[in-house]
């Protein structure tokens, strides 16, 4: 059974930083495109970041570009989001997904597995 586990989510004032993770079991990421989405109140569902399945193309949407990081290690398995410079607008439930052979794209349709999510919090 698929599993994707997302954590490091919390509360943190504006200007502050994050790490999310996304651990995978049940497939092993080296060969899945990784993304990061997230859906704030209200809100559809939003790309964040990519990564391909080789690790050497990232993509962000502009809203984060220069605040955000998104990165795998395969070994362990595990993609992960590093966010500064946080703010308000930020806030939202933050899912990881993965694509098979894919490159990273902001398509969600384009991921076969999903994560719960985990709730990102940012005050002013």
């Known amino acids: 059974q698929v599993q994707l586990a997302e954590s490091g989510g919390g509360s943190v004032q504006a200007g502050g930083s994050l790490r999310l993770s996304c651990t995978a079991s049940?497939?092993?990421?080296?060969?899945?495109?990784m993304g990061w989405f997230r859906q704030a109140p209200g809100q559809e569902r939003a790309f964040v970041a990519g990564?391909?399945?080789?690790?050497?193309?990232?993509y962000y949407t502009e809203s984060v570009k220069g605040r955000v990081t998104i990165s795998r290690d395969n070994a362990k398995n595990t993609v992960y989001l590093q966010m500064y410079s946080l703010k308000s607008e930020d806030t939202a439930v933050y899912y990881c997904?993965?694509?098979?052979w894919g490159v990273g794209v902001d398509d969600g349709k384009k991921y076969e597995h999903w994560g719960q999510g985990t709730q990102v919090t940012v005050s002013s």
């Open positions: 997904a993965a694509d098979l």
């Open positions: 990564i391909n399945w080789t690790g050497t193309s990232t």
């Open positions: 049940g497939l092993t990421i080296n060969t899945y495109a």
